[in-house]
């Protein structure tokens, strides 16, 4: 009963002695501003429609100004028309606090979801490009991995593994060359460990495996496209090395008959006398290299497509008079693949497992196995079983720990973010504090009624720590809500962003429910401190000074 009758007092301090529907006539605004965002949507659909008919450079330059009405038009809305709300049932000060506390709640549970998006894309793009687990052999050569593969496979957790050799080398094109770390892999296991597969664009990693399938690139082409070339395997506008087409030799294919493409006696292409036949001038076969998958920032680089030769570089060379010779090597673009992370695309180069040991010197030596986990957040207890089954001469080293430095900064962003936008919760609170003491001020008389009517100072107390715990329950609860719903909107519709300067098509959003009960806590703790000093003066306030 008695906490009925604080609220009752703290509700009606709150309220505002406006005569019943004074304001009624703000609701306009609001009205306006919906028709506004209605009008800009519709506006944009008639935009796509109309292009879908005709391309028009005016309509083009459209799109990007609607799209970002859009999203300015329903903040306006929904920040317009939750203050309209607000000022319509309480004080123009209580109205202020409880707004700042909205904002900063809102725009805190947005950028908190925005950075873990951010987070979770990160790990995602770094799990399907490496291992969720790296074992290694730091104090020796690691020529054992058959053995050691044995016995991981039969580690429960693991789902596979692959062996990998990596160096850092020099790629060099006929137009640029650039450092890239090269590393050799088995085409026949790395699809179980990691998403290269899945992430290839262009040609194949069976190439990596059967070089002499590689097909020659279209600008090099010797037959028409007519021709059944493309019927007999050639993929991309090119032509299957040492393919035989139409019984003839094509590129010093052996004819059906067995011969090499002989034709008989006294014909005119034997006949040093008889004009040369029209038609496209068959050249000679390509030399059968090794392959290379290469990403797409790095083809960019190098300019170079599927089929085209390029050249590795090794400063692990020969020795001559003059000191350490280069060893250099050339190559065949086998396959190009996108991971979705610049530094993976523009830096990392795969080879056959083989080739590489060859090209390398290092025979049948491997720099460590790769493994995939069935639960990748779960490590460190598969990281005991495999330390136990391998021995201490194994390094074993999970995704986190290779990759700390990085998850821990984005982490220390996250914290230093969070601490920076509670300022503006902070700032409300102040704002209540404000608004607290002014209050005293203004209701002294009725405190000091309310004292000589028996009211304890504890009950006051508590009526005007009710008052702050209803602006901080009003406002925080609605910025949550809004900051949940705009998360939804962009992950839902999407915030389309610049690829050259982000490398993603959209803003991710991640929604996290700890981040969510954090920002209830830290706003629900600021409010209620900035309760306390208003109401411990009023509640020490004597009903005879007060009255005077």
Same mark, same amino acid.
């Given at each position: 009963?008695?906490? &009925? ?29 919906? !028709? ?11 935009? %796509? ?23 300015? @038009? ?34 805190? !549970?947005?950028?908190? *979801?925005?950075? &873990? ?19 290694? =052999? ?53 699809? +179980? ?26 600008? =090099?082409?010797?037959?028409? =496209? ?20 139409? /019984? ?32 496209? +001038? ?24 599927? /089929? ?13 008079? =003059? ?13 190009v693949f996108f991971s979705g992370m610049y530094e993976y695309d523009s830096k990392y180069a795969y080879m056959n497992l083989p080739a590489a040991q060859k090209f390398l010197g290092l025979a049948d030596e491997v720099s460590g196995l790769e493994l995939k986990l069935q639960n990748p957040e779960a490590t460190d207890e598969v990281t005991a079983k495999l330390r136990a089954a391998l021995g201490g001469e194994f390094l074993v080293q999970d995704w986190k720990e290779l990759n700390r430095s990085l998850f821990a900064a984005l982490k220390l962003e996250k914290i230093a973010m969070f601490i920076a936008l509670c300022f503006i919760i902070l700032v409300a609170a102040f704002s209540i504090v404000s608004n607290g003491i002014m209050l005293v001020m203004e209701k002294g008389k009725e405190v000091a ?6 009211? &304890? ?15 901080? *329950? !009003? ?6 809500? @809004? ?5 939804? !909107? ?21 929604? *996290?429910?700890? %981040?969510?009960? &954090? ?30």
């Amino acid at each position: 009963m008695k906490l &009925s009758f604080e609220l009752l007092v703290a509700a009606r301090y709150l309220r505002a002695d406006r005569p019943p529907g004074a304001l009624d006539h703000l609701r306009w605004a609001t009205l306006g501003l919906i !028709v506004v965002t209605a009008s800009v949507f519709a506006g944009d659909q008639l935009v %796509e429609y109309l292009m879908r008919d005709h391309l028009s450079e005016t309509l083009w330059n459209l799109r990007g100004p609607l799209r970002g009405a859009k999203y300015i @038009t329903v903040l306006v809305t929904v920040l317009v028309g939750f203050f309209i709300e607000l000022i319509r049932r309480l004080t123009i000060f209580t109205t202020i606090s409880t707004f700042g506390l909205f904002l900063g709640t809102g725009a805190l !549970v947005t950028v908190l *979801s925005v950075m &873990s998006g951010f987070e979770q894309d990160l790990k995602t793009k770094i799990l399907g490009t490496h291992a969720h687990m790296v074992i290694t =052999t730091p104090d020796r050569t690691f020529t054992d991995y058959r053995e050691a593969l044995r016995k991981i496979e039969s580690v429960p957790g693991v789902l596979a593994a692959s062996p990998y050799l990596s160096s850092e080398v020099m790629i060099a094109s006929q137009s640029n060359l650039a450092g890239v770390i090269i590393k050799g892999i088995d085409p026949d296991t790395v699809g +179980k460990v990691t998403e290269l597969v899945k992430n290839t664009e262009a040609g194949s990693l069976d190439h990596l495996l059967h070089p002499d399938q590689m097909v020659k690139p279209a600008s =090099t082409r010797t037959l028409s =496209t007519s021709s059944k070339s493309l019927a007999l395997g050639a993929v991309d506008g090119g032509v299957v090395d040492g393919g035989a087409v139409d /019984g003839g030799a094509v590129d010093g294919g052996a004819a059906p008959d067995g011969g090499a493409g002989a034709l008989p006696p006294g014909s005119a292409a034997f006949d040093p006398v008889a004009p040369k036949p029209s038609g496209p +001038k068959i050249q000679p076969p390509r030399k059968v290299l090794p392959g290379l998958a290469i990403g797409r920032e790095l083809a960019r680089n190098l300019r170079v497509f599927v /089929g085209e030769d390029v050249s590795l570089v090794s400063p692990m060379g020969d020795v001559g008079p =003059t000191g350490p010779i280069p060893k250099s090597k050339p190559h065949r673009i086998a396959a190009v693949f996108f991971s979705g992370m610049y530094e993976y695309d523009s830096k990392y180069a795969y080879m056959n497992l083989p080739a590489a040991q060859k090209f390398l010197g290092l025979a049948d030596e491997v720099s460590g196995l790769e493994l995939k986990l069935q639960n990748p957040e779960a490590t460190d207890e598969v990281t005991a079983k495999l330390r136990a089954a391998l021995g201490g001469e194994f390094l074993v080293q999970d995704w986190k720990e290779l990759n700390r430095s990085l998850f821990a900064a984005l982490k220390l962003e996250k914290i230093a973010m969070f601490i920076a936008l509670c300022f503006i919760i902070l700032v409300a609170a102040f704002s209540i504090v404000s608004n607290g003491i002014m209050l005293v001020m203004e209701k002294g008389k009725e405190v000091a009624i309310l004292k000589s009517m028996g009211a &304890s100072d504890r009950a006051v107390l508590r009526i005007f720590v009710l008052l702050g715990a209803y602006m901080g *329950s !009003v406002g925080t609860t609605a910025g949550v809500l @809004t900051g949940v719903m705009t998360c939804w !909107v962009f992950d839902r519709f999407g915030l389309p962003l610049d690829t050259d300067v982000y490398y993603i098509t959209k803003l991710p959003v991640k929604v *996290s429910v700890g %981040e969510l009960a &954090s920002v209830l806590l830290a706003s629900l703790v600021l409010t209620l401190l900035a309760t306390l000093y208003p109401a411990w003066q009023a509640a020490r306030l004597r009903p005879v000074e007060a009255l005077r």
